[in-house]
Structures are given as structure tokens and as C-alpha cells.
């Protein structure tokens, strides 16, 4: 019998009529693919889709070591990267939950019965680009071998955080195998790509580390420098490096949402390929699976619920038929108050919502270390995290915050105190206390510094505000990279330095450049965390300085603090998703992405714009905060005592939204989920200290909206 082929809407429109030929839509690759597609089997025993081949224990236990470290193969790599970005996103013990609640082992009932929880499939890597190179972002899909024509699902799974393409690896990714659904990765144009400029080497979308040239399109990521440029930016500031999310000069962020999607779309096309009938014999498949016949929900955490948030907001074709996320860094247009909103904790209205990121980390970077010494808070972290020359420099940031009237007080004590009041009046809550130090630590400068170029676009030799990558030594100072991490690099990093020998430099430091924790601000002669650096940061996001108050001038950092705050623009969520069925959930103690600028946001601001139409709910989890993975470490971080894994809860989601796309369940009203900490000695976590949420929640547990006020329980 002759076959027709025939575009999608012509095919659509003859689905009626009668004819003795078939009509056939053919499968084509979608034209944002750049280059070859890369596909590999795993047989789900010497390797797998979901673990690498580790199993449940495998992810448990160390990393295993590169037969040659200097020389990873592809298949180590990958293997070790799945380890990384499984373990970072989740409390990986047993005491957490790790194998018993959650896990590879747990089947999709909550059992204990799939083993090691290897995957067997195949999977498929592409990157979405112009051809160029400059943005080589990678979108994977992977396809259990259980995969069911007869109920087809696709999760997408983009990467929290700046990790590469495995980042949602044990989130959306783990619940969708489970499923036998397809999952549609992407690394959103993040990904984990470092430029080492001193030896112009890059690493290989396969992670491979090698030079420039040889990675050619290849390279996951290359500043845009002419060789040039690059000599005279290493003679200034030897032994630096670039990362794509900070460097690109692409704001990646923007696109979020459009790689999101690209991902979907990059799925139905794998999958077609796979299941779509031959058309006359050559390498052309039919459309056999479409939005129209398959199961679609927009998954992961952080920055990846985020993107998932954008892809619905985007879906102008109908891809998307639900969205289940937590945590997610959701910044929405018309910030907070200026839209009318207002949100409500109990009887207390909060007195600052619904900032973009850049502006209240740009605003936790300048107090967090000083309020960590307040009483209220506290240094919790040992000594292995915070020495003792960094208690001396929280100390001497509150003298130079004191100093310049950006906090009051005489004494310490009350220059500590001042500080986190600043903080609460800008949106944390008593609630985050406990976590301003370790936050600082580990997270803030280095999301400050990476956002703030990305906005504005910058390139690497521009060294904003006197910031740049480098390798420190333990006095600070620069010292050239370390090959063995390097060729590493593409499974322990996670895109945002400081990750894996690469850390944070503060040019200007007084006697040279150091490490941002190290560094003698000019201004103040001191240690102290590189204020001067900070206030640069915070100007170029605001447009005013931060000390008199004053809006930027010509002559300083005005045009600089323009480009910033455009890119910024270009990143805000409408907050409209079209009616989709959506289910938010949040850590109340998340101090990372605070609730009220983020999540809660968010929400009231979908219920003022799509009203009764709005299908999306919220749940607030108590005692939960941005990192599972940091209730591993115990006592160091004391993490353990006090939070529960938000993890349970977006497997939970996930189930949620899942039984109502398939049989029409109700989602949960929007309530405060009561959880219960494990408390001294963190005993192993129990069912009970992670409770259901309830189908109708009582009313002091259930969150409101009216008007342009939303009221979440005290």
C-alpha cells in the first residue's frame, strides 16, 4: 500500500476522511538539535539509566575511584556524575530515610522491593544550539526499558541548582523510571562547563577535559575571547578560569523555560524514533506518540521547578498537562507588594516579598556573616567549615557594617542582633536563623558573583567588582589549577564555584588577590569577607549605593548596574499558568530560596492573576529547608536534629499530581504539613516525622487567599 507523508496539520485535518492510503506524519528532528545525536543502551545489571550501574549502595558509599585519574573514561564519568548529583540533592543515609522511605529500592507504593533499583533503557544526548557553540545546551533523554506504548509518560527532569545534565538525576528522574516514563533532562545552559584560560582547555560535552581546539563545537563550554584577549587577561590576572552559567554571556536564565520545553519536544522525537513505524523502508518514523496521547508533567527542584514553573507559563502548544515541584526558585514579575500582594504569617504581615534572586541574595551577602554571631542564631558550624580567621572576619564585617551606618550598635553583640533584624525586615523569618551561617558559607557570595555576570552578560576579563575563579591555596592565595581535578571535574562539580579546587578571589583584597574569605577589603583594611566587594554587588543590582544611599552615577557603575538589571528583567516569572493543574511545595525554613520571596510569592501572585481559574496549590512543610544533602553530614552541620528531607514530600508530589492526571484525584488544598525533627542524638527518621499531608487540612493548617492577601498559618 502506498504511503502518504504529509505535515501534522494535513494529516490532522484528513484524520476523518476515508482513503484506501495510509497518512503517515514523519518524525523530524527538531531543528534547535545541533549535530549528532548520542545513544547508548544500559542493560540495567553492569549498568544502568537511574544509578550508573552503582545500585542503591553504590550511591550510598563513596565515589568509586578512575582507574586512571588523569584520563576518566566517558563511561567513568558518567558514572561518577550520577553519584555526585544524586547524593547532592538528597539526605543519602539510612538514618534519613535513604533505602527506606525513599530511594532506587522503593517501589512507586512505598515498598522495599526493587533491589538495587537498576534501570535498564537507552539514552539519548543532544545539545540544543545555533551551531556555534555558545550555547551547546545539553538535553537527555532517557527511556526505560519498561517504557509502555500503551500508557505513555514523559517527566522532564532540569537540572537544580547549575548542575549539569544529570542534575535531576535522583528527583524527576528516579520517580519517572520508576513510572516507565521517559525523562526529558536539560542543563538549562548551566551545566558544570569551566574554560581554563592558562591552558585554553575545555571539557567535551562527554566530559572528556581537553584542549579548546580539539573540543571544537564540542566544548560544553569556551569563552567567547580571541586567543588575543586571552594572553592579556592571563598576564594581568594569571591562573583564572570561566564557568558557563557566570561567563556564557548569555543570561541562560531567561531561556529557562524554552530548554525546558525543547526537552519535551527533544523526547517525542527520541521516542518516535523508537516506536514510530518505518515510512517506505528508510530511516524516517511516523509520529506515533504526541501531547494529544501522552502523559506530560514538568518536574524538579530549585532552579530546575523553576524552569518547569517558565516551560508551563511558555506552553503555548499544549505539552505540558501538569506540574509538581518543590523548593523551586520562582521569582515573580511586579516584585511582591508592588503588585499588590500582600502575605501574612499568622497574624504578622511581612514587611518585604517577592524580590528576584540577585536582589535579596545581593542583600544576604552584605549581613548574613554579621548576624550569624547575633545570639539568635549562632555558629553552629565546626571547625572544619569555619575556622577560626572566619569568626574574625564576621567580627570584623560587623565593625565595617557598623562603621558605614549600615547597622547600629556598640557593641558586637548588638551590631549582630541589628544585622539579622535587617535580615528579617527583608523577608527571612526566626525561622532561617539557625541557617544564615552555614548559608553564607557555602552558598551566597558564589550565587551572588555567578548571577550577577550572568544578568549583565559580562564576560570573564571584565572581573566584576574585583571577583574572579581561580585555585586558592590554604593561605588564599591563587595558585594554578590541579590537572587531576580538572579531568574529574565534569562528575564533582556542581557549575557554581567554589566546587572542586575552584574558588572565589577577591582581586582587590589589599596585598594582593585572595580568597573571598581571606580578603582585606581597601576600604575597611580588615578581614572582612570582602565588603567592598559585596557592596559592589549589591549597587549593581539595586542601581543605588548601598552606603549613602544615592542612586549609581555616570561615572562609576551606572552602565554596569543598567546591563545587570536588564538581565534581571528578563528573568521574572508571569506567575500564569494557563490553568494547568500545579502543585508547589516548600520548606518553611528554606533560607536559600526564602518563601516569602519565592514560593509563597509565587503563589498569591498566580491566585491574583488567574483567579478562580488558578488550578495550582501549595503546601508549606515545617522543619524542612533547600538541603537534604547537608542533613548527611551530622554534627558538623547539625542539620540532622532539625529538619526533615523535603525529599519524602516531592515524591509525594509527584504521586499527587500523577493520580490526578490519570484518574482524576483531587489535588491536596494548600495547607502547612506539621512535621516532626529527629531532636538530639537524630535517631533514624521514622513515617512519623514525616506526615501525609491532609486531603481537607484542618483550618489551622490551611493556607488562604483573598483579595491580594495570602495567610499562611503561624
Not at 530560596?593 to 478562580?612: C, D, I, K, L, S
Request: charged share 15%.
Amino acid at each position: 500500500m502506498k504511503r502518504r507523508i504529509v505535515p501534522f496539520v494535513l494529516a490532522a485535518a484528513l484524520a476523518g476522511c476515508s482513503s484506501s492510503d495510509d497518512v503517515f506524519e514523519p518524525n523530524i528532528k527538531p531543528s534547535f538539535i545541533s549535530g549528532d545525536i548520542r545513544e547508548a543502551s544500559y542493560d540495567g545489571a553492569s549498568d544502568d539509566l537511574l544509578t550508573g550501574g552503582l545500585g542503591k549502595t553504590g550511591i550510598a558509599a563513596a565515589a568509586p575511584a578512575f582507574a586512571n585519574p588523569a584520563a576518566p573514561t566517558v563511561a567513568e564519568l558518567r558514572r561518577n556524575a550520577i553519584h555526585t548529583n544524586y547524593r547532592a540533592v538528597m539526605d543519602y543515609t539510612a538514618a534519613g530515610g535513604f533505602g527506606r522511605l525513599y530511594g532506587p529500592n522503593i517501589d512507586v507504593d512505598g515498598n522495599d522491593t526493587l533491589g538495587e533499583g537498576k534501570v535498564a533503557g537507552t539514552e539519548h544526548i543532544a545539545v540544543a544550539d545555533d551551531g556555534s557553540g555558545h550555547q551547546n545546551v545539553v538535553l537527555m533523554v532517557q527511556v526505560p526499558a519498561k517504557f509502555d506504548l500503551n500508557n505513555p509518560c514523559i517527566v522532564t527532569g532540569t537540572s537544580s541548582g547549575s548542575r549539569g545534565v544529570y542534575g535531576a538525576i535522583g528527583t524527576s528522574g528516579e520517580w519517572g523510571l520508576k513510572r516507565g516514563c521517559a525523562v526529558a533532562y536539560s542543563d538549562k545552559g548551566t551545566g558544570n562547563g569551566l574554560h581554563d584560560l592558562m591552558t585554553d582547555s575545555v571539557h567535551r560535552i562527554d566530559g572528556q577535559f581537553t584542549t579548546a581546539a580539539a573540543a571544537g563545537n564540542q566544548a560544553h563550554f569556551r569563552a567567547d575571547l580571541t586567543d588575543a584577549d586571552r594572553a592579556t587577561f592571563n598576564a594581568a590576572t594569571p591562573n583564572r578560569v570561566a564557568y558557563k552559567h557566570a561567563h556564557s554571556q548569555q543570561n541562560p536564565e531567561k531561556d529557562w523555560g524554552t530548554n525546558t520545553l525543547q526537552a519535551v519536544k527533544f523526547a517525542f522525537y527520541v521516542l518516535n524514533q523508537k516506536y514510530g513505524d518505518p515510512i517506505d523502508g528508510g530511516p524516517l518514523r511516523s509520529v506515533r506518540l504526541r501531547p494529544s496521547n501522552t502523559l506530560v508533567i514538568a518536574s524538579s527542584i530549585s532552579n530546575g521547578g523553576g524552569a518547569a514553573l517558565a516551560a508551563a507559563e511558555q506552553d503555548a502548544e499544549g505539552l505540558i498537562d501538569g506540574v509538581a515541584v518543590t523548593e523551586p526558585n520562582a521569582q515573580p514579575g511586579s516584585f511582591g507588594s508592588d503588585n499588590g500582594l500582600r502575605i501574612r504569617q499568622g497574624t504578622t504581615t511581612v514587611p518585604t516579598i517577592g524580590k528576584p534572586l540577585a536582589d535579596y541574595f545581593s542583600y544576604a551577602n552584605i549581613y548574613q556573616p554579621c548576624a550569624a554571631l547575633s545570639s539568635q542564631a549562632g555558629l553552629s558550624l565546626a571547625a572544619a567549615f569555619w575556622p577560626a580567621a572566619f569568626t574574625v572576619a564576621a567580627q570584623n564585617r560587623c565593625a565595617a557594617l557598623a562603621a558605614r551606618g549600615l547597622v547600629g550598635g556598640a557593641t558586637l553583640a548588638e551590631q549582630a542582633d541589628s544585622a539579622l533584624a535587617k535580615l528579617h525586615a527583608y523577608g527571612w523569618q526566626a525561622e532561617n536563623n539557625f541557617l544564615q551561617q552555614s548559608h553564607f558559607r557555602f552558598a551566597t557570595n558564589s550565587i551572588v558573583m555567578t548571577y550577577v555576570n550572568a544578568h549583565g552578560r559580562f564576560s570573564v576579563t571584565e572581573n566584576v567588582c574585583g571577583f574572579s575563579f581561580a585555585n586558592t591555596d590554604a593561605t588564599g592565595n591563587v595558585v594554578p589549577q590541579a590537572a587531576a581535578l580538572q579531568a574529574g571535574l565534569f562528575s564533582t562539580g556542581n557549575g557554581v564555584p567554589p566546587t572542586s579546587g575552584v574558588n572565589i578571589v577577591y582581586n582587590a583584597s589589599v596585598g594582593g588577590a585572595k580568597l573571598d574569605f581571606l580578603a582585606v577589603s581597601p576600604t575597611s583594611g580588615a578581614a572582612d569577607f570582602a565588603l567592598d566587594g559585596a557592596l559592589c554587588m549589591r549597587s549593581l543590582v539595586t542601581g543605588i549605593d548601598p552606603v549613602t544611599g544615592l542612586e549609581l552615577v555616570e561615572n562609576d557603575w551606572f552602565p554596569v548596574s543598567a546591563l545587570v538589571r536588564t538581565g534581571i528583567q528578563e528573568v521574572l516569572l508571569k506567575a500564569d499558568l494557563r490553568g494547568k493543574p500545579a502543585l508547589i511545595v516548600a520548606g518553611r525554613e528554606d533560607t536559600l530560596v526564602p518563601v516569602n520571596h519565592a514560593a509563597r510569592a509565587y503563589f498569591g501572585t498566580n491566585q491574583m492573576r488567574e483567579g478562580a481559574s488558578s488550578k495550582l496549590k501549595y503546601i508549606e512543610v515545617t522543619n524542612a529547608q533547600h538541603f537534604d544533602a547537608f542533613i548527611a553530614f551530622g554534627a558538623l552541620l547539625g542539620y540532622d536534629s532539625r529538619y526533615v528531607p523535603l525529599h519524602v514530600y516531592f515524591v509525594r508530589a509527584m504521586d499527587a499530581m500523577w493520580n490526578h492526571l490519570k484518574s482524576g484525584a483531587a489535588l491536596p488544598a494548600s495547607q502547612v504539613v506539621r512535621t516532626t525533627p529527629r531532636g538530639e542524638g537524630a535517631p533514624a527518621l521514622q513515617a512519623s516525622n514525616v506526615p501525609a499531608w491532609a486531603t481537607t487540612p484542618a483550618a489551622a493548617d490551611a493556607i488562604g487567599f483573598s483579595a491580594t492577601t495570602l495567610t499562611v498559618p503561624q
